[in-house]
């Protein structure tokens, strides 16, 4: 843990519950480390629904850890489901749920329970996608979200140690059926990691070559940040500029790295661009060869004289918003709109302010043809709206005089910082497996 600090004087963390055996011994472990600090933890389980036994298996964890003295509580995936690729939506609800409780309720840190079999089966999954060595250093033991701080302080334990913890504390736990169902690729490679524990030291080297693609990856990242500290401009208003001299004389590892984070921060995608599609963006930056727009990872990348422009690429239009007094909301999953004082007549909703609502701007109030927000960005601000059309743009300092709302603030909160807090590597020395 303290490897993955630092942590509040009397730290209040939440623990990723399912019910299996390494989640359930992290639970027990962080609410023994956290009364030891006068501290407690609050156990989340996720109930996705895909399974008839699964709204009983979380009542089950919720008796378990009440008899330890461990607050509980279910969050549920509401809504129709996917019919294809339900693994990674199931995955992707799940840390909406657990990141959105966690913001809601103040929480810092949300504890994961990946451990050293995960991080091996990560490993090799990145392999056969041909990742590069980012991908190869497999998961950090912490990420930075936008709502919280993401922390695994396990990825150096071996399953079998999480399994004995349980068993010496007189603790069951759930097996789900899903582990062992070969149509998921991660459980075909779980098996191919099992026939590598008795050949030699085949994990054990895994292990190692993770470590070293995560202190390659390590010591690319300070002079990474140095460079987008010299050509990126990140605005509150949602956008960035990217100057293009300081990237043609970095390190090409280095270029391609500061790029692919501006357009994680921009786009707020959940992974980096293909390698290859990023490769042919930066040749052409690089050559000088950047004369159209391009499309890449969420971002729209626009030349301009020496740099660039990176704006959100808006494909889908964000859902409406209902607004309301004294309230913050997070919308388009990149803004956070604060509402102070004020009152609704009627229904009123934030949504894109798009080419229409920037034409009755100008109509309504023309001196806002002046803003320094660009072009390509506008279309994608966060506005107000009622029946009775625009009401307020508060990133162009537009108010109708009939607004509801006196007090708007928007920030802008990307799900991926510019930076983070760098490549950690897992807890523990290389080769414990």
């Known amino acids: 843990m303290v490897a993955v600090g630092p942590f509040e004087g009397r730290p209040r963390l939440a623990v990723a519950v399912s019910g299996g055996a ?45 008899k330890r003295g461990i607050d509980h509580s279910v969050l549920r995936w509401t809504g129709a489901k996917p019919t294809t690729g ?31 079999g995960d991080q ?29 701080r993401l922390v695994r302080p396990l990825l150096a334990v071996p399953r079998p140690r999480l399994e004995a913890t349980l068993r010496a504390a007189d603790q069951e736990w759930i097996e789900d059926p899903s582990n062992q169902n070969s149509d998921f690729a991660r459980v075909r490679v779980r098996t191919l990691l099992s026939k590598l524990e008795g ?23 300070a002079p990474t940040w140095a460079l987008l500290a010299r050509a990126a401009e990140l605005s509150p208003d949602g956008y960035a500029r990217l100057r293009l001299a300081p990237l043609r004389v970095a390190p090409r590892p280095i270029a391609e790295r500061a790029v692919q984070r501006l357009l994680l921060c921009v786009g707020g995608n959940d992974y980096p661009p293909r390698r290859e599609r990023l490769g042919r963006l930066l040749d052409e930056l690089l ?20 740099s660039l422009l990176v704006c959100p690429e808006l494909r889908t239009e964000p859902a409406k918003v209902s607004a309301a007094a004294n309230r913050m909301v997070r919308w388009a999953d990149r803004f956070e709109v604060a509402f102070g004082s004020g009152h609704a007549k009627g229904r009123v909703w934030i949504a894109p302010l798009g080419d229409p609502g920037w034409a009755d701007a100008l109509k309504r109030q023309p001196e806002v043809r002046d803003t320094r927000v660009p072009y390509p960005v506008r279309a994608g601000l966060p506005a107000l709206f009622d029946r009775g059309g625009l009401q307020a743009v508060p990133q162009l300092g537009f108010r109708r005089k009939s607004s509801t709302f006196r007090d708007v603030v928007v920030h802008f909160r990307p799900r991926h910082s510019l930076s983070g807090p760098g490549f950690l590597l897992a807890p523990g020395r290389s080769g414990t497996i």
Request: charged share 25%.
């Open 199 to 221: 050949v030699g030291k085949g994990l054990t080297s895994l292990s190692g070559t993770v470590r070293a693609a995560g202190r390659v990856r390590a010591a690319f990242e």
């Open 287 to 306: 050559a000088k060869r950047a004369a159209k727009a391009r499309t890449l990872a969420g971002c729209r990348i626009i030349p301009s004289g020496d």
């Open 120 to 148: 091996m089966e990560t490993f090799l999954l990145r392999v056969a996608g041909r990742s590069g060595v980012d991908g190869l250093a497999g998961m950090a033991a912490v990420v930075e979200d936008s709502s919280c």
């Open 22 to 66: 390494d989640s359930l011994a992290l639970a027990l472990l962080a609410d023994r480390w956290a009364r030891l600090r006068s501290g407690r933890i609050v156990a989340l389980t996720v109930d996705h629904g895909l399974r008839k036994d699964s709204a009983a298996e979380a009542r089950q964890v919720g008796r378990w850890l009440a």
């Open 86 to 116: 339900i693994q990674a939506a199931a995955r992707q609800a799940r840390y909406r749920l657990l990141t959105d409780w966690c913001a809601q309720e103040g929480v810092l840190h949300l504890l994961l329970a990946h451990h050293a």
